[in-house]
């Protein structure tokens, strides 16, 4: 999403990162407390940060969370205001590259002593670590995986297409499609018609075509990746998806036609994880629907990375400084992650999380086991439309165009490569 915040400004009057006093004195000396923001406050997600806080307080900590409705711009407008202020929250939600370019702008806390203590580094994955500790110390902690190129099938649709098996390349997705859409599913297609939701359709039609260039593409910004013809073939699978949606759709969020989906008359959701705690919240049944690895043309799961987190902002306060620490704590409890993966629908950022037992649906098994797969055949890689792959400025630039082709019919595939190319070029 766009920001006022030019990079360079956001990089300037960078301070280094500054160390809590141990944490075993600042718990030992105070009441905990924890002043943190997040744009969480409704759904799966507000439900799942108010049983976070109530375990906070249920540790004898006092809990004071500003939620910020809406995107992530919002809630980064109120954190640069209170950094402005000098007064930042103990703790904000923040993610992938933010964590580098925002930790400079103020001071950060060391934490590298409690995640020694909890020994965490060890059961989280080697590149979601180095995001969380930009400089070599830790300043943010992962709390949830998602990968936002799942796919949601609608059994009542599945039912309607004579269909039972879930997609695994694009050839079978596109094939399934018209199929539902032959047999009297509406709209084969279910995603929203938000920003994100745009670079989720952009993203998973180039990582389900080469997980490789998109690492060139996207994370890496090579300029020939960017023009090559993966790409090309990227826009034209977008453009597929979205001729199977609702036109009317517009900037509605995904989940305003969740009953739709649930009917059969919308046939298959390409979306986060998140869509399972979302659609379980709003009451409908798990076993009305299928969660399946996004498309992948090699066969092997693709998973798109998205994981949210808290970076800890320094405070001289004695009592947030004891709250930080017991906040850290439980951020990295497994008990915690269970609990709160299991309310969102995420998968724990702990790899030694088993999720064999109560109270987990086949689908997070599912993505568990494709994240696995996907780490071990490099097909695992960062979201660009949930800020994971590039900073929030060149993300914006980049959904810019995703959202114009989404919305233009008359733009064609190759046209679309060349303004990617050039929103690249005039954002970095």
């Known amino acids: 999403m766009p920001i006022t915040t030019t990079r360079r400004r956001l990089l300037a009057g960078s301070a280094a990162a500054l160390a809590l006093p141990a944490f075993v004195r600042a718990q030992g000396a105070v009441k905990p407390r924890l002043t943190a923001i997040s744009q969480w406050s409704a759904g799966s997600d507000g439900a799942a940060i108010t049983a976070l806080g109530k375990k906070f307080e249920e540790k004898g900590g006092v809990w004071q969370h500003s939620p910020v409705p809406g995107f992530t711009t919002e809630m980064m407008n109120k954190l640069r205001a209170q950094i402005i202020a000098g007064d930042p ?31 965490y580094e060890k059961v989280v994955a080697p590149d979601l670590a180095k995001l969380h500790k930009p400089t070599g110390k830790w300043i943010a902690l992962p709390l949830q995986i998602y990968s936002t190129n799942m796919l949601f099938l609608s059994k009542r649709a599945l039912d309607k297409a004579k269909a039972d098996k879930p997609p695994v390349t694009w050839a079978d997705f ?52 960017l023009e090559g013809p993966e790409v090309k073939a990227a826009f034209a699978q977008m453009r597929k998806l979205t001729e199977w949606m609702d036109p009317n759709v517009g900037a509605q969020p995904y989940a305003t036609n969740l009953k ?124 660009l439309a949930h800020n994971m792959a590039q900073e929030n400025g060149l993300t914006a630039a980049m959904i810019d165009v995703f959202t114009e082709y989404a919305k233009n019919k008359t733009i064609k595939p190759e046209e679309a490569v060349a303004r990617l190319a050039d929103a690249v070029e005039g954002a970095r």
């Not at 929203?192 to 998109?214: C, N």
């Not at 798109?304 to 620490?325: P, T, V, Y």
């Open 89 to 119: 929250p103990a703790c904000s939600q923040l993610k992938g590259p933010e964590i580098a370019a925002w930790s400079k702008i103020a001071p950060t806390v060391d934490l590298d002593a409690v995640v020694a203590a909890a020994d």
């Open 174 to 225: 596109n094939a399934l499609a018209e199929k539902m859409k032959t047999n009297g599913v509406t709209y084969p297609v279910g995603n929203g018609g938000t920003r994100a939701d745009d670079g989720q359709k952009f993203e998973a039609s180039l990582a389900g075509i080469s997980p490789a260039v998109y690492r060139s593409a996207i994370m890496n910004l090579d300029k020939k990746a």
């Open 260 to 383: 739709r989906f649930i009917d059969g008359d919308m046939g298959m959701l390409i979306m986060g994880g998140w869509a399972q705690g979302v659609l379980k919240n709003a009451g409908f049944r798990l076993d009305d629907f299928i969660i399946a690895p996004g498309p992948s043309d090699n066969g092997k799961p693709v998973f798109l990375l998205n994981a949210d987190a808290f970076i800890f902002w320094q405070r001289k306060e004695a009592d947030l400084q004891a709250g930080q620490m017991l906040m850290a704590q439980l951020v990295m409890d497994p008990a915690i992650q269970t609990m709160y993966s299991q309310i969102t629908g995420s998968i724990p950022v702990r790899t030694d999380v088993d999720l064999s037992g109560e109270g987990w649906s086949d689908g997070q098994r599912t993505t568990a086991a494709a994240l696995k797969n996907a780490m071990g055949n490099n097909q695992a890689v960062l979201s």
